[in-house]
């Protein structure tokens, strides 16, 4: 995912198993129950949120982050017959079904509320809770076309004609989740989609390992490098003050969702923690925090996301349950795709 922008960099919150608010337990604390979450590695909470939810509920908190969130499916199925966490934040649209097909999952009891409206309709018991929701767009450096004095690209199609050779960034959809929602949506969307991926990487459309590489290393407008078309998010551009827009014909959506683990050693911890996630405060800090719309209705969004951090009015669409059936097999003739160009 991911995306937290600026706060990216600055939110390296220790991700890695222990304590999340970031302070040694003494001896009275020793015993308090831990409740132990995976997530991406642009989770980021405010610490004072944090502390209200230990000190309310009675839990310690503790993340673990293998990465984005493609590989914390990955994780979190490779311990499936040992899961060393109580639930998972940070599943995404196009991995809920795989997840859900694997029955690790129980389910989260909370009261969903306007978030209802993003559940998966596959997931009749409720296993997943809706946490968050943005668009994945192709995001344009609107002072470098300004100075190059072209249009930019408005749609898929457009990201391979030669005016924009060698100007497109986006990541490898084997290890990332914005990625992978591209991949989806251009399978979706072109009639002949590995003919359409020869094009764009015969193009010169680079493939970036991950979000951050492609962001803040090659994209012009936030790096030293030479693309000014970059895969990132619709909330993007609400960073950078009107430098950067969206391709909105380009934009599919995302949501991220959690979940309690089966025979997880605190369930009851992991549902606290979800309904935490779905609380009014929570919810309030996503825009700011991890750059992601709340699936609150009731909560607003800062006044730059007005400006800068336009949604799609019809994003591109998939079939969850195609996507499940395919993922594997599409990943595999892509990564061909891929290899076979730089042969």
Partial sequence: MKKSLPLLVASA????GCSIADQAPDSAEESTPTVTIMTHDSFNVPEELVAAFEEESGYSVSTTSPGDAVAVL???????DNPTVDAVY?????????LLNQNMLTTHDAELGSAEQYTVDSDTEGHLAPIDHGQVCVNIDNEWFDDEGLAPPETLDDLTDPAYEGLFVTTDPTTSSPGLAFLVATISNQADWQQYWQDLLANGTKIAGSWSDAYYSDFTSTGDGDYPLVLSYSSSPSA????TSSALDTCTEQVEYAGVVDNAANPEGAKAFIEFMLDTDFQTSLPE?????PVDDAVAVPEAWEQHAELADEPLTADLTEVAENREAWLNTWTELYENANS
Avoid: F, K, V, W
Avoid at 90 to 98: H, K, N, Q
């Fill in 13 to 16: 919150l220790a991700l890695t």
């Fill in 74 to 80: 990955n994780q979190l199925i490779l311990q499936q």
């Fill in 90 to 98: 940070g599943i995404d649209s196009y991995s809920t079904t795989e």
């Fill in 240 to 243: 950078e003050e009107g430098r």
């Fill in 289 to 293: 925090e991890m750059y992601m719309y």
